[in-house]
């Protein structure tokens, strides 16, 4: 995540925040159905839902030693950068 990611409206309301969620992690480990458990600001949702699906990697779930989907659940702090 860079600066550039930093929602325009939030960044002019200096407005910082944290967003859970939870995704599903293809066996390649790649996100996609990203749900949202709690934001402050849609700005800031959508944001992480976008660097979620475009760029996050994720190590997949193994079962007898092959990679298979699974859910990770986590948080993405924003911090107004300086």
């Given at each position: 995540m860079t600066s550039d990611d930093y929602p325009q409206s939030a960044l002019r309301q200096e407005r910082q925040g944290t967003v859970r969620f939870r995704v599903n992690v293809t066996a390649a480990g790649r996100a996609e159905?990203?749900?949202?458990?709690?934001a402050n600001g849609q700005d800031l949702a959508d944001a992480t839902t976008r660097i979620l699906t475009r760029r996050a990697r994720f190590r997949p779930a193994v079962r007898d030693c092959q990679p298979v989907p699974?859910?990770?659940e986590g948080g993405l702090r924003w911090v107004l950068p300086e």
């Open positions: 159905n990203v749900e949202i458990l709690e699974g859910e990770y």
